[in-house]
């Protein structure tokens, strides 16, 4: 992958979600700042590293992963249909690009991943339909891993300062987005909407 911009433009064509579920709160993590938060990790973290996309959902966290060079990634999604088109869009990005590392899927709760990794993405629920499921799906990347890139609602920011020290982490560095959610499930009342999302980059300690 030879520049941010070719990542954000490769990730971008990927497929969605095909019926989002609303208590899953399955949303697309936009492709311009997924590939600003894994090009800022690619280098040390990501580039012939094994990681882990928890709740990987169609798979973009995971792919971008793979392109800047991981030579093993997880993809753990528990809807089928997700992980399907997760695979499909896995099958697009090795056509277009020779060499990638290998993909494994697996069908489980990510807070059920038990294996050890070198690098865990998580864009999980913010936990608006299920409280504090952010927390749990943080967990579980600092358990498994020794660098976390996990997004959350900006306004959780706070509360999840003062919770991850007692998870076992660090916070070391944050970048602040604003995330596009578009009109993807019933109860949306507006074609897109922006919401403030905060990405938190740790290391298990």
Same mark, same amino acid.
């Given at each position: 992958?030879?520049?941010?911009?070719? @990542? /954000?433009?490769?990730?971008?064509?990927? =497929?969605?979600?095909?019926?989002?579920?609303?208590?899953?709160?399955?949303? @697309?993590?936009?492709?311009?700042?997924?590939?600003?938060?894994?090009?800022?990790?690619?280098?040390?973290? +990501?580039?012939?590293?094994?990681?882990?996309?928890?709740?990987?959902?169609?798979?973009?966290? *995971? &792919?971008?992963?793979?392109?800047?060079?991981?030579?093993?990634?997880? %993809?753990?999604?528990?809807?089928?249909?997700?992980?399907?088109?997760?695979?499909?869009?896995?099958?697009?990005?090795?056509? /277009?690009?020779?060499?990638?590392?290998?993909?494994?899927? @697996?069908?489980?709760?990510?807070?059920?991943?038990?294996?050890?990794?070198?690098?865990?993405?998580?864009?999980?629920?913010? *936990?608006?339909?299920?409280?504090?499921?952010?927390?749990? %799906?943080?967990?579980?990347?600092?358990?498994?891993?020794?660098?976390?890139?996990?997004?959350?609602?900006?306004?959780?920011?706070?509360?999840?300062? /003062?919770? &991850?020290?007692?998870?076992?982490?660090?916070?070391?560095?944050?970048?602040?987005?604003? %995330?596009?959610? =578009?009109?993807?499930?019933?109860?949306?009342?507006?074609?897109?909407?922006?919401?403030?999302?905060?990405? +938190?980059?740790? &290391?298990? &300690?």
């Amino acid at each position: 992958m030879r520049s941010l911009k070719e @990542l /954000e433009v490769t990730l971008s064509k990927l =497929k969605g979600f095909q019926d989002a579920q609303v208590r899953q709160e399955q949303y @697309l993590t936009p492709s311009s700042i997924a590939a600003e938060a894994l090009w800022k990790a690619h280098f040390e973290h +990501l580039n012939g590293k094994v990681s882990v996309d928890l709740g990987a959902g169609t798979g973009i966290l *995971g &792919i971008g992963a793979l392109l800047l060079g991981s030579k093993r990634v997880y %993809f753990v999604e528990q809807d089928p249909s997700a992980l399907e088109i997760c695979r499909q869009n896995v099958a697009q990005a090795e056509s /277009e690009y020779s060499g990638l590392g290998e993909a494994v899927f @697996l069908l489980q709760d990510a807070r059920e991943f038990a294996l050890p990794v070198d690098t865990a993405l998580t864009n999980p629920p913010f *936990g608006t339909r299920q409280a504090h499921l952010d927390v749990e %799906f943080l967990k579980t990347a600092i358990l498994s891993s020794s660098y976390v890139v996990s997004f959350h609602k900006t306004s959780t920011v706070p509360f999840l300062v /003062e919770k &991850i020290p007692k998870l076992g982490a660090k916070l070391v560095d944050r970048l602040d987005f604003k %995330f596009l959610l =578009k009109s993807t499930m019933a109860h949306h009342t507006r074609m897109k909407k922006y919401i403030d999302v905060s990405c +938190l980059i740790l &290391i298990p &300690i």
